[in-house]
Structure formats: C-alpha cells, structure tokens
C-alpha cells in the first residue's frame, strides 16, 4: 500500500513538471540577458498598456452585461408564466448549439453595417447576453421555494424587488460561477476581437500578443517577458478561485 | 400588492432577447443565406443556388483542411480521454497535495490559447528551442516541429525505404505539433470531469468487487470503465466538437499565409477564417460554415441517440 502512493506521487509528479514545464520555460526564459529590464522593453516596445486597458475595459463592460441580462432573463424563464416563454427559452438553447466560427462572416458584415466595426461596441455588445449563463441561472432560480416567493410579495415586495434582494442574494455561488467563466472567456477571447477591430488603439491583450509574437519572433526574451504579464493577471484570480473555478467546471462540464 | 402589468415578463427578457437576435440568430441565418450567394467584398451579387457548395466540393485546399481537421481530432481525442482518465485514477480518493496536482494540471486551461502558443512555437523553435536542446543532449537528431511538413508515417518509415503518399503518409509533423499543444492545454480539464465522475460512483460496487476477489484490472473493465462510460461519452463529444473548431492555435503557431508548411496545419476553421477575412468571400466561407454546423450538428446528435441507449447509467 505504501508503495503504491510513492508510485502514485512520482507519477503525478512526473505529470506536473510536463505540465508546468512551458511556464518554467517562459519565466526563465523571460529573464535570461535583460533580467527585468526585458519586461520593461516588451512593455514600451508596444502599447501594452493600451492592450491591458482596452482587455480590462471590454472584460469588465461584458460582465456587468452578462450579469444584468442573465438575471432578469433567468428571472422571467424561471418565476414567471406568459404566451411564448418556452418558444423564446428553445430559441435561446438553441443558438447554443451553433459554434461561433459558423456565423463569424456574418457578424462581421452585420457590424460594418451598423458601423460598428473597429469600435468599443463590436468587442462588447454582441456578448453581453450568454444563454449558458441565463440556463444556469434559471436552473439555480427554479431550485427556490415556491413560498419564498409568496412571502415575499405577501410583504409587500415587488417583483424586481424579490429579484434584487431574495433570489440574486441567495445565488451568489452560480453568479460566481458566471462571473469567472464569462472573465476567462472575455479575457481569453481571440478569433473575435482579431475580426472585428483594425486599429491598434482598440487592440485587446490577446491580438495585441498575437502580433507582437508574429514582428518579435526571433526576440524571445521579450515574448516570453510579454506572456507572462498576459497570463498572470488570470493565473492569479485562478489560484484565488481555484477551488469554486475547479467545482463550477466540473459540474457544469462547459469550457469557454 | 403590486400586480405588474402582463407585458412585464417580456420586459425581463427582452436586453437579453435583443442580443441573442441581433448576434446569434441572425447571423445564424444570414450564413445559410449567404452559403447560397455570391457576396464579397462589393456586397451582394445574387442568389447562385448551390455554386458554393459545387465550389466546395471540388475545392482540394478545402478536402485538404477537412483531412488535417479529421487527423487533428483523431490524434486530440483519444490522448484526450487517456491521459486524462488514468490522472483521475491516480488523483481519486483521499491523496496528499491532491488540490496542488489538481491546480497544476488545470493551469493550461485557464491560459490564453495565444500566449499558449506564443510559449510552445519558442519551445518548439528548430535551432534554439529547449525541446531539440534535449533532444540533442540525448545524442538525437534536432527535429522541424513547425516547421516539418512530412507526414509523421513517412518520417518513421524513412529509414526501411517506403514512402507512404497522401493520406498514408500520416499527418504533418507540425500538426502533430499542435496536438500535443492541444493535448497539453485541455488534460487537466478532462482530468477534473473524469475525477468528477469517478467519485459519483458509489464505494458499495468497489466493496462488492473485492468481495468478489476481482483485481486491480478486473475492477477496473467490470465497474469503472461501464458506471463511468457516461462521462467518457461526454468528453469524447466534447472534445471532439472543440477540436474540430481549432483556431487560434494553428493562426498563432502557423501563421498566415498558408496554415504551416504546405498548408499541412491548414484545419477548416482555419480556412473558413482565410476565405472571409483576407478574400473577404463571404458566400463561399458561409457554405464551409454550413459544412462545418452539418458536422458539429450529427456529432450532438449521435451524442443524443448512442448516449441514451449505449450508454450504461447506474
């Protein structure tokens, strides 16, 4: 049985290093020759801190969009009873069922229609409702008791007001979850940003790092120095999450 | 007691109704339309019934990336389901530094695909990078990673003289290089669904195993591998579904033009995304698109179907 756990230890161990090896390799990497001066460098070579700006600005409008959409969608999915609810709940499932490099093209003319293309609303707007966030929610807003509800009007609470200071307060474990998962995804996001957005003022982190990788290939130190500060920001709310980010992946079996 | 007036639930909706039309709906549609026109970057010219797909189906550079695509899912997902599930075995039960493992293994998936790949092409790079460093150190020859557009079948067989062509020569070397990448980047999240599934087996099947005297193995095939077959079904849809939408590795490894040596990392998304946005031709990117919804779509429906019957629920 002893035995069994240190083989047990020396292959997990064995795992970890592979996988730990690339940020092994990008850390160090980042501060070979310059030492810290190589952040600096990658730093000011390139507007990074326009990139991060515009990265934390679209991150967080996306969010506080997400949050406010779901709520009061889940709400009315979830507690209410009208003409098409179940029409409009499939319509919205549905479009869950469609990756979005299918209708990438499209969205694109769309937008230079509306003349959005290359501006804060192609990067923001299109993504601030999320049918797997408003489904979660709804699910957790069903789980409520009935009499809950009841009481709560009986006192002479209205039904935004139910919403606002009974149910979303009694949520706060799926509204984590739909925080974290909308952060990473907004954060993470590439195809889409990379599509819609020309101008190098409007460049998020992950586009930004995209071409900084394609005119610095050979500099490595400086494209390791500029990973790294792109992935710490989410390695660290990671490591402060790790246990509600690793529970809300697994129970929802969902990645981006 | 306020009543509210009938009208009012729809109001709950309608910002979240407002977006999913505008940007999923539509242009959901707007695709299928346009698979059936010529659009390009002069706008629309027509309606061309099935010209696209004809176009389509004809178009070598397109087989080509459904070929790469197929090779890229073939190498993902098996390595997908293995690695992971024999991590969850070990990671199962009470462990030591179980939450440390945990988090290490799960790094990669919370990091960006770009800055992933900023990190690997470096690691990969044939004169400098540390992989051939080590390689070299081992008395080996350096490889191309990247930049190796011989197919792995052909390299392996070189020495005994046979030159398997096309398909048989197996996938590009640098597209192998991307799956390991893949790999890598997705283990601690199939990790974590495998766990998941592990511990929702009850301890009483395990007790009446070994009542039984089955072994480490027989244990495994007799009541692992069937109670936890719902969760290994749904990660091989998973990820397949998510390999098959590969991007931003493949632009950020193998840059335009082309989709790595000889096009030979050259995946479908990778080609939808080249024909819309530096062809701009929206008409024959929406058909691919459509190829690629039929695909995705038969994929979630032979989840539905085999999940329900094939699959063994406790």
């Not at chain 1, 047990?8 to 001066?37: E, R």
């Not at chain 1, 909308?182 to 940003?193: A, D, K, L, T, Y």
């Not at chain 2, 992971?84 to 199962?92: G, H, Q, V, Y």
């Not at chain 2, 051939?132 to 990673?145: E, K, S, Y």
Request: with cysteine.
């Amino acid at each position: 049985m002893r035995a069994q756990t240190v083989l047990k230890h020396f292959l997990l161990i064995a795992g970890s290093l592979i996988m730990m090896m690339p940020f092994l390799w990008m850390v160090s990497t980042s501060f070979q020759q310059g030492g810290f001066d190589n952040y600096v460098e990658a730093w000011n070579r390139v507007p990074f801190q326009t990139y991060f700006l515009n990265t934390i600005i679209v991150t967080g409008l996306t969010v506080i969009g997400v949050l406010i959409t779901s709520s009061l969608a889940a709400y009315a999915f979830a507690t209410m009873d009208y003409p098409g609810r179940d029409m409009m709940f499939l319509l919205f499932l549905s479009t869950m069922m469609v990756p979005q490099p299918v209708y990438l093209a499209p969205s694109y003319v769309l937008l230079s229609k509306l003349g959005w293309v290359d501006t804060y609303m192609a990067l923001i707007v299109p993504w601030t409702a999320n049918v797997f966030s408003i489904f979660l929610l709804r699910q957790h807003f069903k789980t409520l008791p009935k009499s809950l509800y009841e009481a709560a009007r009986l006192d002479g609470c209205s039904r935004f007001g139910y919403l606002w200071r009974v149910a979303l307060p009694l949520s706060r474990s799926v509204i984590a979850t739909i925080t974290l998962f909308n952060v990473i995804g907004s954060w993470n996001s590439f195809m889409w940003p990379l599509v819609v957005t020309h101008s190098e003022e409007l460049r998020v982190l992950q586009v930004g790092l995209s071409y900084f990788n394609q005119e610095q290939s050979s500099n490595y130190q400086l494209l390791m120095a500029a990973s790294t500060f792109s992935v710490l920001p989410l390695l660290i709310l990671f490591l402060f999450a790790q246990k509600q980010l690793v529970a809300s992946y697994s129970r929802s079996g969902m990645k981006d | 007691m306020k009543k509210g007036s009938r009208f009012t639930p729809y109001l709950y909706i309608l910002p979240a109704l407002l977006v999913v039309i505008c940007f999923r709906t539509v242009p959901i549609l707007a695709s299928f339309t346009a698979s059936f026109s010529d659009y390009d970057i002069g706008g629309f010219h027509g309606f061309t019934g099935f010209e696209n797909y004809q176009r389509m189906f004809t178009d070598a550079r397109f087989w080509n990336s459904v070929t790469n695509t197929v090779f890229f899912v073939l190498g993902v997902v098996p390595a997908g389901i293995v690695i992971p599930l024999f991590l969850a075995m070990l990671l199962r039960g009470e462990l030591k530094g179980k939450t440390v493992y945990r988090t290490i293994y799960f790094l990669p998936v919370v990091t960006s695909a770009v800055a992933v790949s900023v990190v690997w092409t470096w690691l990969f790079k044939p004169e400098a990078g540390p992989i051939n460093g080590v390689i070299t150190a081992l008395g080996g020859d350096p490889l191309m990673w990247l930049r190796e557009p011989r197919g792995i079948f052909e390299m392996m067989l070189a020495p005994t003289g046979l030159k398997p062509r096309g398909v048989l020569a197996g996938p590009s070397l640098a597209l192998v290089s991307l799956m390991i990448v893949s790999v890598w980047k997705s283990v601690g999240y199939n990790t974590v669904l495998f766990l998941a599934g592990l511990e929702n087996i009850p301890n009483t099947y395990y007790e009446a195993a070994r009542l039984d005297g089955a072994g480490k193995w027989g244990t495994f095939r007799h009541v692992t591998w069937p109670l936890l077959s719902p969760t290994t079904f749904y990660v091989l849809i998973m990820s397949t579904i998510a390999s098959f939408q590969t991007f931003a590795l493949v632009y950020v490894m193998t840059p335009p033009p082309g989709g790595g040596p000889l096009g030979t990392t050259n995946v479908i998304v990778f080609y939808l995304f080249q024909k819309a946005f530096d062809r701009f031709d929206i008409g024959y990117a929406s058909a691919i698109s459509v190829f690629l919804f039929f695909v995705l779509l038969i994929l979630t429906i032979i989840q539905r179907r085999v999940g329900e019957k094939r699959v063994h629920y406790s």
